[in-house]
């Protein structure tokens, strides 16, 4: 590796990373911060809405069961020596974890010693895939109590009621798990094809901060990574109309109070890296001006008694963009009335440009914060999946105007782009 | 003020604070680090429990309504000129927060700039009293309010019915917000009386973390804090016996499922801070060793089914020492039992030398990640109010022997010292 392929970038606020693309094709960053506690990230840009797709020459797309990308989670853990990985991670004193989403699998650890073991372990065990027959059908049990865990799950079951609300044929609706039905035609061979579409390494990243150098991390990876052949994946998502799918969706379960949650669906994402984070940033402020702790909305179903726990949020990236807002109320038609001419109050008197400056320095604020956390190496990596610079995301923020937040107002909120998912208690 | 009073202490880990006593008799740390955020507590000895007391030289003991630290704490926010005390901090960009427990009074903020104006005005607000018969009989509706929604709470009133049944007659037991026969009792003359009582400065502390040096902190604090009288309180807290006061405590609420809690009452209470401390960092371990999350017992009531959401802690300082399970069950009977045989089985086995080893390692680490919280201070402020110094706790953990440990889970667990509190669904 030749130095000179290191990129350093600071900020002018006194952070730094260096950045190198491996020949192996893996993109790494190396974020160093006086931690105790270092935080690695081994994470490909593959999840569950990723279940058809090709390679670059080929004719066909294959389509895959749902759920199979957080199957392959599961069996990155089994070893072909036996060794259980977890156990490797605590001979040195690492917390080790793994997730899938939507759109990606990460796999992490943290730890407070012995950084350059644990990152070997790390990415040792990523990328020696070990299917077979007996072991693929194990999991299918303990995958399939999974799912039904998460039906069981009143705050799970709520979420993918809006998604299939608000999408009719999207992959964003696809459920992370899967389905009894779908896992049930996962095999090996599958696995495999999905592993070394997804797990080659020109689609992965690996983000380290803490008392972290690129030396040491370049070692490792050197050391431990195995040739592989680079692919160039084409995914096919399915179009979606602007418009919700359905309106409502309620069930039942044993809650003692009906929970929400409403959602806004927004199409209009930038195919571009730099488009899609000024639009983030635009759509931060928004949604916390309006429906922020501080918002008059938070503060008058707070203090009218008409919801608990109410909180607003948003998701704006690659493959789908959603505001939320979701709380506990005795009448969520109620609460959706008082949604609707809450912004239909707001359109008529305009944004306060007042709030628009407090929200932003938040906002900055906020952004700031995360500088401070041991899990950088984790909003690092959600932000350069998301081909965002996480180092030009502040001077986004600071630029974003008063006028473009207006403008985005009278776009996302229309009502053909809500939904409302309910959950009621048995019988009431 | 003479430099030569500013005590700088280090870690062999590289981590420093600055402590002096400023002739007001307030105890300030700096704690300096390269955080984006700072994070100030000034705060007093003075919570629930201190609801009878005197000043050295007085002949009686004060006894005052429960609920007036509280009470106190919430008023601490008006002030005579009627400007916002949050909207005072949110000028300088800060998150202001204050809080009450059994034992302390704190008043807090973080800020990622203006550091010196938001200490200003924390120390301001906090060192002006301004009560008013007015403005008093306004707090007593509102926290009127706050104590029914307390009471309203199963997650609440669990923890206060397992007080209730641990203690007979020590405050411990005491409501933090008291009752809403306790706080009609409450006066602007008993406000002042225990206002110049806990909050002279010799019974506070003040501790910043992050971008702060010592020299700006003294003379913000020289600048801001009125002359006033150091007094020496006497607090008089009520006997209690070993045993519990009573085994099982129930309560009914719309719940979906039943809670439990059950807590393991230690009078054990040693005088001296290091003494304490130590036994603090034993208790760590063994609860951790018994009941963390990787424990036989955390592992067999999920893997059963028997138990959701097990969690287990403990609490030993100045004036309470418990332990705490708590969980949702369908079967808190059979959870009472599995623990009673769960700790006979490690008694007759004895303890785990190799879990007590990866334990007591893990626990270090947990002890070092702290000094990677924007959040410090708190930490701070939590142990110096203890007697206990931060930058000992460190080795004091190093040096717990496994003999030390297995001698406390021989004197911690017997059957007349546990108690437990349920909630259950209404009408089941």
Redesign the interface.
């Known amino acids: 590796m030749n130095p000179a392929n290191i990129i350093e970038k600071t900020t002018d606020?006194?952070e730094k990373y260096y950045y190198t693309k491996h020949k192996s094709g893996l993109d790494i960053y190396v974020i160093p911060k006086?931690?105790?506690?270092s935080f690695a990230m081994f994470s490909t840009k593959y999840g569950a809405i990723d279940n058809c797709f090709k390679l670059a020459g080929e004719e066909n797309f294959h389509e895959v069961p749902d759920g199979i990308a957080h199957y392959l989670e599961h069996k990155m853990f089994e070893n072909e020596d036996g060794v259980d990985t977890f156990s490797r991670f605590?001979k040195y004193?690492a917390n080790a974890n793994a997730f899938t989403s939507g759109t990606m699998t990460s796999y992490l650890f943290s730890?407070?010693?012995h950084l350059k073991e644990n990152l070997e372990i790390l990415l040792d065990y990523v990328s020696k895939p070990y299917f077979t027959p007996e072991n693929v059908e194990k999991e299918r049990g303990i995958i399939g109590q999974e799912i039904r865990m998460y039906e069981d799950n009143p705050g799970s079951a709520i979420y993918y009621n809006l998604l299939e609300a608000l999408y009719e044929k999207h992959q964003t609706r696809v459920n992370v798990a899967g389905t009894i039905e779908s896992i049930a035609k996962i095999t090996p061979e599958l696995l495999y094809d999905c592993y070394y579409t997804f797990y080659n390494f020109s689609n992965m990243t690996l983000c380290v901060s803490g008392r972290a150098d690129m030396d040491m991390v370049l070692d490792v990876v050197d050391r431990i990574l195995p040739e592989r052949e680079q692919k160039t994946i084409i995914r096919n998502y399915y179009d979606e109309k602007p418009e919700v799918y359905r309106k409502r969706v309620s069930a039942e379960f044993?809650?003692?109070?009906p929970m929400f949650l409403i959602g806004v669906k927004d199409i209009d994402i930038a195919p571009d890296g730099a488009e899609r984070m000024r639009k983030k940033a635009v759509m931060g402020i928004l949604i916390d001006m309006l429906f922020g702790s501080t918002s008059p909305f938070a503060l008058d179903v707070y203090e009218s008694g008409l919801v608990n726990g109410f909180e607003a949020g948003y998701d704006h990236g690659r493959s789908s963009s959603i505001v939320y807002l979701e709380g506990e109320t005795d009448d969520p038609e109620a609460v959706y009335t008082k949604f609707l001419s809450y912004l239909e109050e707001n359109r008529k008197a305009g944004l306060s440009r007042e709030d628009f400056d407090?929200i932003k320095?938040?906002s900055y604020?906020s952004y700031?914060?995360n500088?401070?956390s041991?899990r950088l190496a984790q909003t690092f990596t959600y932000m350069i999946h998301d081909d965002c610079d996480p180092f030009d995301y502040g001077d986004t923020l600071k630029s974003v105007t008063f006028e473009e937040t207006s403008e985005l107002f009278g776009k996302l909120f229309h009502e053909e782009y809500y939904a409302m998912s309910v959950i009621n208690p048995i019988g009431k």
């Open positions: 606020f006194g006086d931690f105790k506690t605590a004193g730890c407070t010693d044993e809650v003692a109070k407090r320095r938040a604020a700031l914060k500088f401070d041991t």
